[in-house]
Nanobody, 119 residues
């Protein structure tokens, strides 16, 4: 069974930085896509960033140039470096694994970590 445990959330002032970490345990494949989603109160859960290989990353337009996703394959850990944070970045951030085996999709989610950007 795959388990994802996030850490690193908290309260930060606008313009500040935070680094989220997500440690995955269980059977993790290098071909798994790992990423981050976020959900603000009353809104849907949206993709923030994903990494599918060391050279393949994708970002939501709203975070491009401010957030950086990275992955340590040896530690099965994914990170999200968030710089120049804005109040609209406030949300619960969820770690996510997306896996395809024989055409079937498997998804795994962490429990979420709160990020609050406020002065």
């Amino acid at each position: 069974q795959v388990q994802l445990v996030e850490s690193g959330g908290g309260l930060v002032q606008p313009g500040g930085s935070l680094r989220l970490s997500c440690a995955a345990s269980g059977i993790i494949f290098s071909g798994d896509a790992m990423g981050w989603y976020r959900q603000a109160p009353g809104k849907q859960r949206d993709l923030v960033a994903t990494v599918t290989s060391p050279s393949s990353t994708d970002y939501a337009d709203s975070v491009k140039g401010r957030f950086t996703i990275s992955r340590d394959y040896a530690k099965n850990t994914v990170y999200l470096q968030m710089n120049s944070l804005k109040p609209e970045d406030t949300a619960v951030y969820f770690c996510h694994i997306d896996r395809y085996i024989s055409g079937r999709r498997y998804e795994y989610w962490g429990q979420g970590t709160q990020v609050t950007v406020s002065s």
